[in-house]
């Protein structure tokens, strides 16, 4: 079906839209014609032959003739009806039985014929190729990656086994394409993988397999797969891949950590020697609902707070702002002073529960996660999950009027929206929002262009599966010493651009230019990192950086500060 929309849509675009006009401006000189006989044809009945037809019978008679039907039921008995009849008899032929189809046949059939059969796709990189990303496997991860290794001005080629695929990929959306089965060894030679940057690996887990050991007969590219059960990634691991990726079972863990409403769960997102950066939602935590000034986060644990995500929202806090019931911190510290904060926040709250709607691989894996804390969890599905045997869900549509009232919906703090299907994410988004305004929702969005949707809806959290995976994919291309954050924010380490040094971190104005912030200092030659360092800090030669913002953020400092050679 996808297919036949695609054909079609050829006749819509350039010279085949211009040929379409040509053919509607005939279809209605046509028509015109018709009329014309239909009314002459009333006027020699009745004037002829005193017989008088309704101007359907006209038009009727006028097709009939034209198309040399000719039933023979309404017949002029003059002279001159008789001539009558043969010019519109010959004009038919002419304009509607030779004139119409070759016009169909010369300006579309002719021209979409030799344009299918022009379309040779490559089979073959050029020799010449190198540091290339080869993806294999086209969905909406590895859409959204092609954007970003666009951004990042990144070589990359698609490669397909499907013609059409390859034609589409190409002509409709300019994306270089080889087209070939994967694991043909002549294939793979042709795609120049000794050269490539790296390979992506998003077929099917037993398709990755065969891929990773084709490669590997071959060369020592390295291969980063994205498999889809977690349980699967030994396997491809073993078969040569460099970097597994259990897509299914990171989102799963992300919303999981996201739900909670407890504060003893700080989520370590990401590590720097010591120095380690956590999430915590400020609920459950004695600080919910003073400034950060008041709650003096530092004082008591020697945690910094560098940055603070409230629907959605990334800030870089000031003295002043306000931790809101429903916002994460992201902290910056040791893991002793996590572990103060953890005992700060004392035990969890007995009545933490968390509705997960949707137990599909992601759904599992959430709950496989809650389970380890342990955080009370009930599942909602209006199927059986075959691949789990874990997990007892209650059974149901969600977007049912009952359903998750009956399943006791009133004592959830957390919820977990996770169907594959973002329309009734956003409806059980705004339904449950609009009932509960204080519950936290952490949705799940298929497709990028849906995460507004859902964050209008009232959910706390969004997690785009696309850009969660091409993030991912991306900064292991990369090779990057950041790690993915959460949407849109990384956190990374650079050395100090040579030009900074002696300056104070106000006179550098990194965060006024490039939008990042210093999480914190690395002495050279080791040592201690400074976290979050007052702006008179005097910037020193030979100091790491380490340093918060989005990607945008991150490359304009690249731009700013260029790496030295
Ligand atoms: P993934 O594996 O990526 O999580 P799935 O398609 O396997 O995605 O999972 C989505 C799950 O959501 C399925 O188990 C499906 O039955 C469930 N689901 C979809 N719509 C509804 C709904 N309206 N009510 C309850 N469950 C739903
Ligand atoms: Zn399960």
Redesign the pocket.
Known sequence: MKSIAAELAYFLRGRAKQNLKYLFLYCAFLVGMILVYAVLFRYLMLHLEGRDFSLIAGIYWAITVMTTLGFGDITFHTDTGYIFAAVVTVSGVVFLLIILPFGLISLFLAPWIEHRLRYRPTIELPRETAGHVLIFGIDAVTRTLIRRLQASHIPFVVVTPDNSEALRLEEEEGIRVVWGSPTDPQVLGGLRVAAARYVIANLSDPENVNLCLSLRAQCDTPIAALV?EAAHGELVRLAGANQVIPL?KI??RYLATHATTQGAMAHLLDSFGSLQIAEIPVHGTPFSGQTLAEAQVRQRTGLAVIGLWERGLFTTPTADSLLDDEALMVLAGTREQLDALEKLTGEQPADDLVFI????????AAATFLDRKPVPFIL????E?PACDEHVPIY?????RL?LKQAGIERARGLIV????DS?NIF?TLASRHTQPHIRIVA?A?HDENVPQLYAAGADFVVS?ASVGANILLNIIESKASAFLTEGINVFRRSLPARLAGQTIAASQIRPKTGCSIVALEPPGGGEPAVVPPPETVLAEGMGLILIGSPEQEEHFSRLFPKAK
């Open positions: 889809s299914h989102l799963g709607l949707g137990h599909g691989r992601i759904g599992c909602v599905d209006r199927e999950n149901g549509d969600a977007t049912g359903v996770t169907t594959n299907d009734t059980l799940r298929n599966n």
